[in-house]
């Protein structure tokens, strides 16, 4: 069961926003607004498919909790399909399929 989580972890935090990154066409960016409390951040062309930190925007090799969160709201929402701001078993079970090929098995209680 450990393992399973640990695999599930990893998949969640890398490879499924990498494969996300390689699946999805570049969305155009509206021009940036400073912030006034931090320097504006410059977003570096997609990674490669195979790249170990897909959710590093800058390229600077660290992702930040910025960076992170920006990657863990895009797979949130390729999970939602209907959009709904709430994922569903269902959903949950589809996109597992879609991104693994079969659904991972829930952790017995």
């Known amino acids: 069961m450990k393992a399973a989580v640990r695999i599930l972890l990893i998949l969640t935090i890398v490879a499924v926003p990498a494969w996300l990154w390689a699946q999805s066409s570049p969305q155009p960016t509206p021009a940036p607004v400073p912030a006034p409390a931090a320097p504006p951040v410059a977003v570096a062309a997609p990674p490669p498919p195979n790249d170990p930190m897909p959710m590093d925007l800058d390229g600077d090799g660290v992702v930040t ?3 992170h969160a920006a990657g863990a709201r895009s797979l949130f ?20 399929r879609e991104v693994l090929g079969v659904p991972i098995a829930p952790p017995r209680r």
């Open 65 to 67: 909790a910025m960076e």
């Open 77 to 96: 929402e390729h999970m939602d399909a209907n959009h709904d701001e709430r994922v569903t078993r269902e959903e949950m079970l589809n996109f597992q």
